[in-house]
């Protein structure tokens, strides 16, 4: 009996939802079409004076091509030692809620590894717009594998102590910056 959608909107309308409830979690929202992205994504590791940047096996080349930050591969023998010197990650993503402000992730190979967005500072992700964009968790939950591991991202990570002093970055990274691409 659960609504799957909470009132009725265009495609650009949730596009613009999604943007508004991540930009409410502290995530940082840039928009750009598919000849823009790798200019987006340069000036956005260049921005925060990143040297090397994590690029999952299945991560679009072209993304990277304006960029000359050095790529570490998603390699399973990789320590968190190694995970933390690393400035960035890119990754793409499986889904994006726009009622709630989440991105999901599900390991696939453009996502990589759920440690390489946990560990390093800054993660650049890379949404497609609309194709990617739902509405709703329901429909959300449609479109995932319960198999696969699941990452379920709301802004940056960030967490309150006793007197409420926020404190980002404790469980993943305290950057989140989120590309919506259409």
């Known amino acids: 009996d659960y609504l799957r959608e909470h009132g009725e909107r265009t495609v650009e309308q949730t596009v613009d939802l999604l943007a508004e409830n991540l930009a409410d979690y502290r995530a940082v929202v840039h928009r750009t079409d598919e000849a823009g992205l790798a200019g987006v994504v340069a000036g956005l590791l260049a921005a925060r004076g990143a040297s090397s940047v ?11 091509a304006s960029t000359e930050v ?15 010197r690393v400035d960035s990650v890119v990754t793409a993503c499986a889904v994006a ?12 190979p453009d996502q990589g ?9 800054h993660h650049i992700c890379v949404v497609r717009v609309p194709d990617q964009v739902v509405s ?9 594998d319960a ?16 007197e409420l002093d926020r404190v980002e970055g404790v469980h993943g990274p305290r950057t989140l910056e989120v590309v919506l691409v259409g």
């Open 54 to 64: 994590l690029v999952p096996p299945g991560l679009d080349e072209g993304w990277l």
């Open 70 to 84: 050095t790529r570490v591969a998603d390699r399973a023998e990789s320590t968190p030692q190694e995970l933390d």
């Open 97 to 108: 809620v726009a009622e709630t402000g989440t991105i999901v992730l599900d390991g696939s």
């Open 113 to 121: 590894r759920r440690r390489i967005t946990l560990v390093p500072d």
């Open 136 to 144: 709703s968790v329901p429909q959300a939950l449609g479109r995932l």
């Open 147 to 162: 198999a696969r591991p699941l990452t379920w991202i709301s802004g940056p990570s960030a967490t309150s102590d006793i």
